[in-house]
């Protein structure tokens, strides 16, 4: 590939297996350091129900061992790193027989949906804006109201949805307050569960979008106010080329590559926001999945939705390093 040297590769692949490693340790140890246990938490939630567990002192040290929870931590450790390699989740702590492969199989595709039609609709729309406001051809009244757009930055994702819980579905009525689609529905392709999935994740997805699109709107006018005195930009000028053809064919198409850098190293702090909102909605996608697990001390869960959650953002940041020369041909990681 033009650009990329044997090295570099080799070096941008072996950081990527150990970002996945370090991190993958991290979180065996961190949730292993919480107060709690999760099988004594199991059978506390399974004697509130029921009214009386009989020999609940045997069944724990029983789950204990079954679980592998009784090994020394090492022992535990090496058990952990092959199932993480493997992607062998095993079986939910709070929720056994259910595997926990299962469970992340079911929320990760809402889950994913939800993130990519946000995120992209967050960029576009705050890079337009940005690149609107640091453009000189802006009409005077756009540039009055565009950075109006941008307070919504100040607020929380979470603060965000509960605004537009009270004001969409309790005040106005036009949406359903929670879950993934209508419960008498059937999922498939049919015009009545799309139709019922857009409009649970229009909410989910717009207090993403609101929330976000100021911080690209920024790093975009940053950006075009730095490219802004180019060489190439005079030229452009100088030939006679059309305002909107200099604005989309040279200050955006420049400025905005260090915004797709941005995007992929903001994607952790993205999909740490989307599980708050998820359990708002009560939005049947990974965020609720690992608020679940966290509420009921359920490592096996927790530790499978971490890993897959590490496992995609660090990939992506390995796809952006490997093909930045191809977005930008002045950019070469080849030895001179």
Do not use: C
Not at 210 to 220: R, Y
Not at 253 to 278: S, W, Y
């Amino acid at each position: 590939m033009r650009g990329l040297s044997v090295g570099y590769v080799v070096r941008r692949v072996g950081m990527f297996l150990f970002t996945i490693w370090a991190s993958a340790t991290l979180m065996f140890f961190i949730p292993r350091l919480a107060p709690g246990d999760p099988v004594q938490a199991m059978i506390t939630r399974i004697t509130s129900q029921a009214g009386y567990v009989e020999g609940s002192g045997r069944l724990v040290a029983a789950w204990r061992a079954r679980f592998g929870l009784d090994d020394p931590l090492p022992v535990q450790y090496l058990h952990y790193l092959k199932s993480m390699a493997t992607f062998d989740f095993g079986y939910s702590l709070a929720q056994f027989p259910a595997e926990v492969g299962t469970m992340i199989g079911r929320a990760l595709p809402w889950t994913v949906g939800l993130l990519v039609i946000a995120t992209a609709l967050s960029f576009l729309a705050g890079s337009v804006i940005g690149a609107l406001m640091a453009w000189r051809g802006t009409p005077s009244l756009l540039r009055v109201f565009l950075p109006v757009s941008l307070t919504f930055t100040a607020i929380p994702f979470y603060i965000l949805g509960i605004v537009l819980i009270y004001v969409f579905v309790f005040t106005l009525r036009l949406f359903p307050i929670s879950g993934g689609y209508r419960g008498d529905l059937t999922p498939g392709l049919s015009l009545a569960f799309v139709n019922s999935v857009v409009q649970h994740g229009t909410l989910p997805a717009l207090s993403i979008v609101l929330a976000s699109m100021g911080f690209w709107a920024l790093g975009m006018r940053g950006m075009m106010v730095t490219v802004a005195g180019e060489d190439y930009l005079t030229l452009a000028r100088a030939k006679g080329l059309r305002p909107l053809d200099i604005l989309f064919r040279y200050e955006i198409r420049n400025a905005i590559l260090p915004q797709v850098t941005a995007l992929v190293l903001g994607i952790g702090g993205i999909v740490g926001g989307t599980v708050l909102v998820e359990y708002l909605f009560g939005y049947p996608g990974m965020g609720a999945l690992l608020y679940q697990a966290i509420s009921t001390t359920d490592y096996t869960v927790m530790q499978g939705i971490v890993f897959i959650l590490i496992l995609t953002t660090v990939t992506a940041v390995l796809i952006i390093d490997l093909v930045y020369p191809l977005l930008d041909p002045r950019i070469s990681y080849e030895r001179r």
